[in-house]
T-cell receptor
Framework: DGGITQSPKYLFRKEGQNVTLSCEQNLNHDAMYWYRQDPGQGLRLIYYSQIVNDFQKGDIAEGYSVSREKKESFPLTVTSAQKNPTAFYLC????????????FGEGSRLTVL | GQNIDQPTEMTATEGAIVQINCTYQTSGFNGLFWYQQHAGEAPTFLSYNVLDGLEEKGRFSSFLSRSKGYSYLLLKELQMKDSASYLCAVSDSNYQLIWGAGTKLIIKP
């Protein structure tokens, strides 16, 4: 079955460390997204990519970086420059030309100790 | 600015009907989505409205009024498994999704 796989599901990090969250999809979707979810707030867009080797900053890109070397993969690195990285991170994908329905991965919960 | 408003929390009884409202102010409109999210899990797609009116899909229905910037999600014959957060999102003029904070629905026996 096609889907989106995020890993790890849970991650603990010490302050000052970079961590990379993996996102892989086998849906053959062109567009991929990274969102951050905090309690009491809507999903906030970190980065998105509509095509391989191209990506755009979202509303809260500071302290994060991404790459899109393959259509299937869109990893997110949370750098030490991100001041408040503890959050639930969601990766999603979407076919071009669709109404806009997003398909989400299971999420990665990052906790900074 | 762009804004999506929905109630923070609602409580309903098993077997009853509940209506979750969503109002929006966005730069452009290319459709409104409802997603369901159980605690600690990924959101899953429920409905999409781009024209005014009611869309029915089993126990769930979604309504849109573009002139009023208003939508609601109607859940009938509530089941305990419907306990979840319900997220309203609007696709703006750039086809980017603007998300509400979500409504936590608590179902009581």
């Amino acid at each position: 079955d096609g889907g989106i796989t995020q890993s790890p599901k849970y991650l603990f990090r010490k302050e000052g460390q970079n961590v990379t969250l993996s996102c892989e999809q086998n849906l053959n979707h062109d567009a991929m997204y990274w969102y951050r979810q905090d309690p009491g707030q809507g999903l906030r867009l970190i980065y998105y990519s509509q095509i391989v080797n191209d990506f755009q900053k979202g509303d809260i890109a500071e302290g994060y970086s991404v790459s899109r070397e393959k259509k299937e993969s869109f990893p997110l690195t949370v750098t030490s420059a991100q001041k408040n990285p503890t959050a639930f991170y969601l990766c999603a994908s979407k076919r071009e030309g669709d109404t806009g329905e997003l398909f989400f991965g299971e999420g990665s919960r990052l906790t900074v100790l | 600015g762009q804004n999506i408003d929905q109630p923070t929390e609602m409580t309903a009884t098993e077997g009853a009907i509940v209506q979750i409202n969503c109002t929006y102010q966005t730069s452009g409109f290319n459709g409104l989505f409802w997603y369901q999210q159980h605690a600690g899990e990924a959101p899953t797609f429920l409905s999409y409205n781009v024209l005014d009116g009611l869309e029915e899909k089993g126990r769930f229905s979604s309504f849109l009024s573009r002139s009023k910037g208003y939508s609601y999600l109607l859940l009938k014959e509530l089941q305990m498994k419907d306990s979840a957060s319900y997220l309203c999102a609007v696709s703006d003029s750039n086809y980017q999704l603007i998300w509400g904070a979500g409504t936590k629905l608590i179902i009581k026996p």
